[in-house]
């Protein structure tokens, strides 16, 4: 069985992985259906704030390894609330409640 921090470790990378190609589809989203024009115009402080976001998870995987028992469960409990609630609030909270929330739709027509 593998060592909890390799396993805390490596889900911290699935995480990050899993916010990267959420970035993609949503960038390619915009361009294929013709949104670039209604594109949310990001801000430098903006642009700070996520980038900062993205490497809470990059800091968690080396934080995983050498942390003690401790300190790394309170670093995971807490990174792990602020990613749920970061996730909440841009996936289902602002979409909703600024109108831009999307459905799609299959169709084999072209």
Known sequence: MADRKVRLSTLWVFVMFNFLYADVVALFDIVYNGKLQAAIQFTPVTLLGVSVLMEIPMAMVVLS???KYKANRWAN?????????????SQFILPISNGTATTYTCSLEP
């Open 77 to 89: 409990i807490f990174a792990g609330i602020a990613y749920t609630v970061v996730t909440l609030i």
């Open 65 to 67: 390894r050498v942390l």
